[in-house]
């Protein structure tokens, strides 16, 4: 920077000196070449009066200083010339321009070079009449005085260039000096603020220019001291909660390695530092295999996987930063093996104590219809045995569901592949609801058909579950529509019905065990509360689809879909 600032100056100092010593020289030349003209025209004048007065006043002057003075008559022929002797045996000089302009009436100098004497010459010429003829006077002065006097003027001009040149230079060096000492002092204070100094420097100075960058660098240092503060602050908050996630949380970059992880996604796949590629850091080839196509597609997608028996939940998707940054790749991991193990553990209990109770109950059943065969109508001890008896078969329609959905958990039940017509399931349902739809006065409307493959007991019991509802549900003439259809390999069953329908708050939970929206009506209808948990298996058990739509005092709509062929 120093030396830049020294040859910059020292540059500029020479161009600058350069045209003022060429300017210098030309205004000297053209000051001097003015005075030669005037003092050749103010003695051209003189010697024209003398020879006016006496043509041959000049033969006896002996001193024309500097000055050539020639005299010329019409004809060209050099009568007199103060520099030769010789005069008459000159060339012609009618032809010289100086000369013609003079006895043209408008004389000029004229700067020629002059073979008689070898250099160049200024010449002006007058005309002047004598008792002997018209004459000329011309005057001649050389050229050369003026580089003469140039030459001086050089030696003082140069002498000065030195002196500016030298003072240039210190001047140079002074303001380069102070230059690098306030570029300094700034890349020492930024480098500070760089280093993490947020410190509010000191302004002692009385220059503008210095108070000005001082000011800033104060401004500028509070206000990365503040950033840096509300930075720090929130990325601790943001380390809290990424390490007390109970998820795992695993961050990886385009080429898969591993920009972040927290303390759950390295106790679920081992001890491994960030930086290390994800296939060195899960360890399962099929997963990191999995996870690299989804995060290569940049899709979004969770699926469940075992990775060192443990039962694992695993969400993918693609973090999208600004355009000049890759996109990031983030992972979150679900521990559910206890979930699922406690999930089992029900599961076996619901079916074991199923199972235990059908028997017993089979039993209380079948006593209490020989004990209401037995028993007159009349007698006091029939209303207790008839409640034990319709209690018993409730209790046994419980157990039998129990065990239904345990099977269908299970996958133990029957895996036929008949082709079920659904309309005759639809009938067949309709018809054991015969006399209940006959009570309420309810309309019943059925529409197309569809053919799934499957078995016709697990889609009754999923069909006849909807219709059901749709009919203990209802109003008293209300009605029931339902819809199938095939398309595209799928068939769709659609059960509209317009009766009491289901509150909002109510629709997330209606397909989970024993959940019942009015339990003093479920009891009136002999539901129990299992009817939508069977429809939800049976629907995940074929790989369909189930919606359930209502609306309070309007009615619901029920809407299932199933593949038409089943993989075998």
Known sequence: MKKRIILQSFIISLVTAMVVFFSSIATHYSVQENRIKKEIQSDAAMFAGLTAADSSALENIT?????????????????????????ENMDDHSKREEVVAALEGRPVVVKRHSDTLGK????YALAVDTDGGRVVVRVAESAGDIWSFSCIAFIYVAVALVVAFLLSYLLAKNLSDKVEARLTD?????????????????????????????????????MLRENYSTLRKEKAKLDSVVYNMTQGLIVVDKNFNVVLRNGVAQQLTGKAKTGVNLINMIDDEELFEKLSGILTKGENETFPYVYKEKDLVINVFTLGLSDVEDDLGVILISDVTKEKELARQKSIFFANASHE???????????????????????????YIKRIHTESVRLHNIVMDMLYISRLESREVARNHDNVRLSA?????LQSYKEEIAA?????????DAC???DEHNLYECINNIVGNAVHYNKKGGSININMSEKDGFATITVKDGGIGIAKEHLPYICERFYRVDKSRSKQTGGTGLGLSIVKHVVALYGGSLNIASEEDVGTTVTVTLPVRREK
């Open 63 to 87: 001193d024309f200083g500097s000055a050539r003075v020639t005299v010329i008559d019409e004809n060209g022929k050099v009568l007199f010339d103060s520099g030769k002797s010789d005069s």
């Open 120 to 123: 160049d010459m200024y010449y």
């Open 186 to 222: 700034l890349r020492d204070a930024l480098r500070s603020t760089n280093n993490g100094d947020y410190e509010i420097r000191p302004c002692e100075t009385s220059d503008a220019l210095d108070f000005s960058i001082i000011s800033e660098l104060n401004e500028l240092a509070s």
């Open 357 to 383: 109770l059908k028997t017993p109950l089979t039993s209380v059943q079948g006593l209490s219809e020989v004990l209401l065969s037995r028993t007159d109508e009349k007698s006091p001890d029939y209303k």
């Open 425 to 429: 399931v639809v009938n067949e349902s």
């Open 440 to 448: 309420k006065e309810i309309a019943v409307k059925t529409e197309g």
């Open 452 to 454: 799934v493959e499957g």
